[in-house]
């Protein structure tokens, strides 16, 4: 079964510059996680998709960042513009629907803002 | 308000010694899933074990073991006869039911040979 696919894996942009990154999760995983990890802590939870509707994104900059879901399968998590502490790494994942399942991760996108 | 704390930032053994890092959680939910993730230098999140409140025996498998203590609120994990390969930042994260899933700051386990 193939897992969760991010890309690019690795972006260098400048501050101020917008970038973007995608994910395609788990065939038939309705849920979608997109994960902050700055360098030496645990990831943070940015935003989460049920299918293509926001269950939460209490914790997303949106001044800056924005994500989408359509027709409920990929997503793409925008960052515009972009700080030099966006620097993380930024990991999909995604679940069955029911509670407690586990969540899958991708290999993550790193970005570096210079 | 969920949180979990993993208090050794670092450990580092030498190859073949057992080793156990420790989670410790809070939750006023009656309901919740633990969970430890293993996390290499390349950056992706591997699901070692998920378990639920209600289920305290213990678990093992193969070197890797975890003790589930409801009263102590702990989920500790333990890698037996370490190797070089089990080098790596580990996770324990906690979901309950708000669905979100809550990690710690993560230990960063260093096997030398």
């Known amino acids: 079964e193939a897992g969760v696919a991010q890309s690019p894996r690795y972006k260098i942009i400048e501050k101020r510059q917008s970038v973007a990154f995608w994910c395609n999760p788990i065939s038939g995983h309705a849920t979608l996680y ?68 586990t969540i899958y991760f991708g290999e993550g996108s790193w970005l570096t803002v210079v | 308000a969920q949180k979990v704390t993993q208090a050794q930032t670092e450990i580092s053994v030498v190859e073949k010694e057992d080793v156990t890092l420790d989670c410790v959680y809070e939750t006023r939910d009656t309901t919740y899933y633990l969970f430890w993730y293993k996390q290499p230098p390349s950056g992706e999140l591997v699901f070692l074990i998920r378990r639920n409140s209600f289920d305290e025996q213990n678990e093992i498998s193969g070197r890797y073991s975890w003790n589930f203590q409801k009263s102590t ?41």
């Open chain 1, 34 to 101: 997109w994960y902050q990890q700055i360098l030496g802590q645990g990831p943070k939870l940015l935003i989460q998709f049920q299918n293509n509707g926001v269950v939460d994104d209490s914790q997303l900059p949106k001044d800056r960042f924005s994500a989408e879901r359509l027709k409920g399968v990929d997503s793409t998590l925008k960052i515009q513009p972009a700080k030099l502490e966006d620097s993380a790494v930024y990991l999909c994942a995604s679940s069955l629907v029911a509670s407690g399942n």
């Open chain 2, 73 to 113: 609120s702990s989920f500790n994990f333990t890698i037996t006869a370490s190797q070089v390969v089990d080098s790596a930042v580990y996770f324990c994260a906690l979901r309950g039911g708000s669905e979100k899933l809550v990690f710690g700051k993560g230990t960063k386990l260093t096997v030398n040979p």
